[in-house]
């Protein structure tokens, strides 16, 4: 069964990778950033934007100030007898 891909929109992208919403539009028109148009909408292609953002330094600080990356250390697995990680 083929796995279908995550969309999300302009506003969703510029949240999740702290970029503006008008630096994801001009990914768009720049042709960077793969997407379909619903309902006169942008979906934009998940992985598409994940690598758009990692192309470059400013995004990929970008991303881990003030989008997603600062949870990071919240997410972490502090007891070891329960984390995925191999001992140190």
């Known amino acids: 069964m ?11 992208a510029s949240r999740l990778f702290g970029v503006s919403g008008k630096t ?3 990914a768009i028109r720049a042709g960077a950033v793969t997407y379909v148009v619903v309902r006169s909408r942008y979906r934009l292609s998940f992985a598409s ?3 758009w ?3 470059s330094t400013r995004r990929r600080n970008a991303l881990e100030r003030e989008g997603l ?6 997410w972490k697995i502090r007891n070891k007898k329960y984390s995925p990680r191999p001992p140190e």
């Open 53 to 55: 953002s990692q192309a």
């Open 2 to 12: 083929p796995t279908l891909p995550i969309r999300i929109s302009v506003s969703e």
């Open 69 to 74: 990356g600062r949870f990071v250390e919240q």
């Open 24 to 26: 994801v539009r001009q």
């Open 49 to 51: 934007v994940l690598a």
